[in-house]
């Protein structure tokens, strides 16, 4: 449940603080009301509020003064300037001494309440640029000081100014490949036009050609009305297709002949279009070896293999570890409206040498699993899931090997991976297209989870 707004009123009119309380208690915000400008300054003091409505005409103290008290202070909380008398130069005055708005009796409810939401919105995205700022933390996401990833950025900045119009990203799952992906588009001259993320192990596979292509009404059993292909979307920006590998061996020519020239045809369609579009592709597989055991198109993965960005797995980047951990941490603790949790050297230790198999996307979930079990506490090395600890049989955990623990873990995935797949194929009675469905992947995903799984 999100937290309430804390709203502090000051103004004269007992009776105008009375119902504007009552008004705004209704919208499910928390109100305290005064009168002076004295009390406001004590309650400022005392309190933390989200918002503050300062009328301009006080006794004692005006209301340009509490606001000059206010920000000398040092209090981030904005303010909205209050005043029956419309004067202009007042509210110019009022917004160089840092109001965020002013508004002027009489207004409307829903015109006030408005102006909180959007000064509330304003002042958020402000003290996010402000924290990453202060935290060196890129506005992008990239987080991190490692000489890896230092390389991937000045990379990144390389391939987005670029013309090149097809990438490929390879990186084990979890390392980021999305976030990589958005980050080239956000700083390419086609920032300003679509961004488009397929996940081609999501899209089942006798839609997906479709999906990505378009199809006119009536071309296929279902398609009541014309569908417009994600291509065509993206045109002029940047089309994400991650998990490139699970696409099927039959779109993989027509995806070819594409990336070749920009030209498509939609299904059902007599006519081709054509689509300016850059192409970024991610894998978490190694697609040599998918060529050579036939999985994949050779002449495609040439054409997409002439610019490749490579994402350093989390288990070596060092010190960046522990910058996600008080990121994630931050970031967590504002979600769950309570403090960051924290961690002791010894767990620290723990998280550092962690072989880190899901990489940023484990660590994340990690620290969003501790927030909400343990809000705002220190967490120790008992606090931790039972993989992450360390026993002296086992000298290769703490070095990122590949210990008997580790693989016992992946062993139990696996065995897990298999009764979910095993279930869903006895919940459709043996039909992998109806399984495929249960599961929430594509027939060609399931059936490569088949080969690897061994339930052939």
Known sequence: ??????????DDEESFVRSLSFALRTEGMDVTGVHSGEDAFLQVRE????IILL????PGADGMEVLDSIRKLDIDV???MISAHGDTRAAVKAVKLGAADYLSKPFELDELIHTI?????QNRTALELDYHRKRNVPTNGLIGECAPMRELR????????SSASR????GESGTGKALVARAIHGESPRASNAFIEVNCAALPEQLIESELFGAEKGSYTGAHQKRTGLVRLADGGSLFLDEIGELPLALQAKFLHFLENGDYRPVGSEHSASADVRVIAATNRDLAEEVRLGNFREDLFYRLNVITIDIPALR????????LVDHFADHQAKAEGCHPIHFDDATLDLLRHHRWRGNVRELKNLIERLTILYPSKQISPDLLPAEFHVTDDNPDDRHGGVSDGNAQLQDRMDNTERHLVQDALDQADGHKGRAAEILGISRHALKRRLQRLGLQ
């Open 78 to 80: 904005p303010v909205i």
């Open 316 to 323: 070596h980047r060092g010190e960046d570890i522990i910058k």
């Open 117 to 121: 939401n959007t000064t509330l919105d």
């Open 47 to 50: 309190n933390k509020f989200d």
């Open 167 to 170: 990438i490929l990203l390879q």
């Open 1 to 10: 449940m999100p937290r309430q707004i804390r709203i502090l009123i000051v």
């Open 154 to 161: 000045t990379t990144i900045d390389r391939v987005a100014q």
């Open 55 to 58: 009328d301009l005409r006080l």
